[in-house]
């Protein structure tokens, strides 16, 4: 499999969520949702609205403007899954998606994850 394969592959095909979210905190919450969706072909129109109908499934539909710097870990965590899960992957890949988090905000944000999953049919590894 060449680099472009691969790189297509995880663009369209598989979701990812770290135990650090890696937002760009130059940007809203909604624009660092909408550029892989951008980048896989979408329109952003198309893109806007998938990312908005997602945040508001994730309960941050009032936040999807404000810059990732101004977020919670939590809000944060949740703006990383919906961002994951956006391109519509065939597969979900989690690696410790909620240990930054407090424990409160962890069960909160795990599950809404599963709920998230479980809505779009998503398989969770």
Do not use: W
């Not at 770290?18 to 329109?43: C, D, K, R, V, W």
């Not at 809000?75 to 989690?94: F, G, H, T, Y």
Request: aromatic content about 4%; proline content about 5%; glycine content about 6%.
């Amino acid at each position: 499999m060449t680099d472009h394969q691969r790189t297509k592959l995880r663009l369209h095909e598989i979701g990812f969520i770290y135990q650090f979210h890696h937002l760009l905190p130059e940007f809203s919450a909604i624009e660092n949702i909408i550029m892989p969706q951008l980048i896989a072909g979408l329109t952003k129109i198309e893109a806007a609205n998938r990312a908005n109908q997602l945040l508001n499934m994730v309960g941050l539909s009032e936040r999807a403007d404000h810059k990732a710097s101004q977020l919670s870990g939590g809000e944060k965590q949740r703006v990383a899954i919906v961002r994951s899960i956006a391109n519509v992957p065939r597969l979900v890949l989690a690696d410790e998606p909620t240990g930054n988090l407090d424990p409160l905000t962890s069960t909160q944000v795990f599950e809404q994850l599963r709920s998230v999953i479980k809505g779009g049919s998503y398989p969770l590894l």
